[in-house]
């Protein structure tokens, strides 16, 4: 792939986090991992042709009262936002409905704040014990990683009381509006969220619960309050299961045979490995050329804004969507 269509983008593309720059160096390298540009030309024609818009914030499963008792919420929420497949798929029951997987998590946590509000509270988290968390995240069959989800919300709850008197609103304050330095310092100080892997003895930068942290309080304070940012459109999208299944049922990344057979037979692939990390760098990389041909096009989006057209459009099956890629992982 030719390092010109990388550095036109990093020449004219924001990346105040270098996940882009530390992820082209991975696509430029890949073995396992290709990105078909005639298929984002496709892909662009048919998106824009469509007039296709990001979905609106979800407020009938998300909690929200316009306080900081939602900036705690939101900050709770992403620190167990991970890692949700397996068979049965986890889910739980609520209001007449059946939700699984991300959606089932987000309404266990509004109906336990909205039961008792005192868990909205990151004093609470720092002696959260599991047999209360596995409460509320009762469902159909236990929750993949338990114990990393326990862990995490006390690590968020600790940290806060150490550092920012238990106020996540006060932490939000200090990124000064600033969307990559929130992220940056989410990373730094949540070790939960500090998404860095390793390929061909170089840094590479995901940070993929930081980043979508920082845009769900955008979306669901409307970009007011402890949503509000000068430079929201210069975080990348989320490198995770769902967007790399729907950018290769459209033919944008293509995998190498070997590495579409174990995919395919939803072979869990090691954490860490090439194969993975290439996977989640052209996710990344595929949402980036798709939106500079958007704009070729006039349709000016933001990276996140096309990571969350394609995450709906994943959740549809269709014919020739084959399965995600597994990786028992607390970052994704």
Known sequence: MPKSLFAKILATRPDPLDVLKTTAFVIQRARFVKINHDAIERAADALAEQRVEPPAWNYALHFFDGTERTVNYLFLLDALNFCFWGKPKWGIPYRGRKLDGYWALAAALKRAIKKHPRFADPETWTRLAPQELALILRGNTAIPLFAERWRNARELGAVLREHWGGSTATFVADATRDAPRLAQMIAE????????????????????????????????????????????????????????????????????????????????????????????????????????????????????????????????????????????????
């Open 189 to 332: 100080n949540f070790a939960s969220f500090d998404d860095i892997a390793v390929y061909d003895n170089r840094e590479v930068r995901f940070f993929k619960r930081a980043q979508i942290l920082v845009c769900d309080l955008w979306g669901a304070f409307g970009g007011k309050a402890w949503g509000a940012f000068d430079n929201i459109e210069t975080l990348t999208a989320f490198a995770d299961y769902k967007l790399p299944q729907i950018l290769r049922a459209w033919g944008i990344v293509q995998y190498a045979p070997s590495l579409a057979r174990k995919v395919d037979a939803q072979i869990e692939l090691a954490a860490g490995s090439a194969a993975e990390i290439e996977v989640r760098a052209a996710t990344l990389w595929g949402v980036e050329f798709l939106r500079d041909a958007l704009a070729r096009r006039g349709r000016n989006l933001w990276s996140i804004q096309i990571d969350w057209i394609l995450w709906e459009a994943s959740q549809a099956r269709f014919e020739g969507m084959k399965p995600y890629h597994r990786v028992r992982t607390i970052y994704y």
